[in-house]
């Protein structure tokens, strides 16, 4: 499945804050991803970038004024507003929130903003005290009541020094936020997805844990791509280095049966689990209360007792189950195994010592069984676009 974004009309509308620096990161990964961006910037916006930065990214014209001459919108004032797929604003500052709140259309950006049937995303970015004052939140609850989608503001360090709620979000949490909208009515819409994600810890004592490798990096692109499908999406995680993905519910735990314990309640009323957790199938018995001391002794017993396996325990009438069988060897025979005797519909196998598609990869290669009897064998692919050729399994599934 294509990323989203590409081929899609994207308009960006940039406004008056020192947070547009990110928009020209923005800019770029969106024209990256195969989007056609038309920036349109405001009057004071220009103070702080000149169009020349967007243009240059974008290759594309930068509308500043629907008077210029040079401009499109000068011949049509609406022709942005009804080619666009989406428009952000980003960063949206207090003063252009509120110009949307009311309707205005004094500049090319409030006029698009009015003109388009398009879905509109406004990214705040603004002193933490002006996001606080009621006028500005009432314009965004007024806005979000019309179906705005209202992405952030963060909390952290502000320009001013402040230290509170007004930050733009991050580049990748924007472009999340546009492939969630763009995926609105997607072949997952209506459906909640639980995704399981990263490698357990089984604590030892308060300092040392049994861990693995998994970096969570094939479970949080399937949540995004599940997510970009219109599903309602529930993450529940191992600790990750990761960052967690816009528009997902995302769910911390530490340990297989806190693991457990989690899904158990989120898959209560799901339609499709999708483990692709690595789970210890061992815990310490019993871990220790304090740090146990390195002593006198060159060895140390730690009497491990399985965990339960989690994907086998879950199952309600309707659950599409599917997991992973990260193999070092005999991998389509271990996972045919594991595909019977967890009560799976589909089970990913994948190879882990292949080139790319080990522990930490951007990518995967996996051959998917099904309980048909199915195999198919897919070529080395994103982690992501492996997330929808088994959301396509899923949805198949569903339908
Ligand atoms: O048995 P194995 O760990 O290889 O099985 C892998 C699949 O089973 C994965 O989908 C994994 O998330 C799931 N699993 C589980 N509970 C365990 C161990 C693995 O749900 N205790």
């Known amino acids: 499945m294509p990323d989203p974004l590409a081929q899609r009309s994207i308009a960006l509308g940039v406004t008056g804050s020192i947070a547009c620096y990110k928009a020209v990161d923005l800019a770029s990964k969106l024209t990256q991803a195969g989007a056609l961006v038309d920036v349109i910037m405001t009057r004071e916006a220009c103070q702080f970038l000149t169009p ?22 000068s011949i049509d004032h609406v022709a942005i507003a009804e080619r666009a797929d989406a428009l952000i604003v980003a960063p949206a500052t207090a003063h252009t929130i509120a110009k949307l709140a009311l309707g205005l259309a004094d ?26 004052n009621a006028a500005t939140q009432q314009n965004a609850s007024t806005l979000k ?22 930050r733009l979000l991050e580049v990748p ?17 209506g459906r909640k997805v639980v995704v399981s994600a990263g490698g357990t810890q089984e604590p030892i004592d ?42 997902v519910n995302v769910v911390k735990i530490a340990t297989a049966l806190e693991m457990r314990s989690a899904l158990q309640n ?28 390195k002593g006198s002794s060159d060895t140390w017993d730690i009497e491990l007792v399985k965990n339960p396996d ?18 070092s060897e005999d991998l389509l025979a271990n996972a045919q195994s594991k595909l019977l005797s967890k009560g799976l519909h589909l089970i990913a196998a994948n190879d882990i010592t292949a080139e790319h598609s080990g522990f930490g990869a951007d990518t995967n290669k996996v051959i998917l069984l099904d309980r048909e009897g ?23 599934y569903l339908s």
């Open 266 to 293: 989120k898959c209560a009323h799901a339609d499709a689990l999708i483990m692709a957790a690595a789970v210890a199938d061992w815990r310490p018995a019993a871990a220790a209360d304090q740090k146990v001391k």
């Open 310 to 327: 989690i994907v086998a325990g879950i199952s309600t009438e309707c659950l599409i189950k599917v997991g992973f069988a990260a193999e």
């Open 107 to 132: 500049d090319a950006l409030t006029t698009t903003a009015l003109a388009t049937q398009a879905p509109l995303i406004i990214a705040p970015a603004m002193d933490a005290h002006m996001f606080d």
């Open 173 to 189: 949490q924007l472009l999340g936020c546009l492939r969630q909208t763009l995926g609105r009515g997607g072949d997952l819409a």
């Open 145 to 166: 009541s019309r179906g705005c989608v209202i992405a952030g503001p963060a909390e952290g360090r502000l320009a001013s020094g402040l230290v509170g709620k007004g």
């Open 206 to 247: 308060p300092v040392r844990v049994i861990a693995n490798h998994s970096s969570g990096k094939m479970g949080f692109a399937i949540a995004e791509a599940a997510r970009d499908r219109g599903a309602d999406v529930t993450l529940v995680t191992a600790p990750t280095a990761l960052d967690s993905p816009f528009g």
């Open 374 to 396: 199915g195999e198919e064998s897919l070529p080395l692919m994103s982690k992501y676009d492996v997330g929808h050729a088994i959301l396509d399994r899923v949805a198949g």
């Open 52 to 73: 020349l930065t967007f243009r240059s990214i974008t290759h594309r014209p930068v509308v500043t004024d629907v008077f210029d001459p040079q401009s499109e919108l």
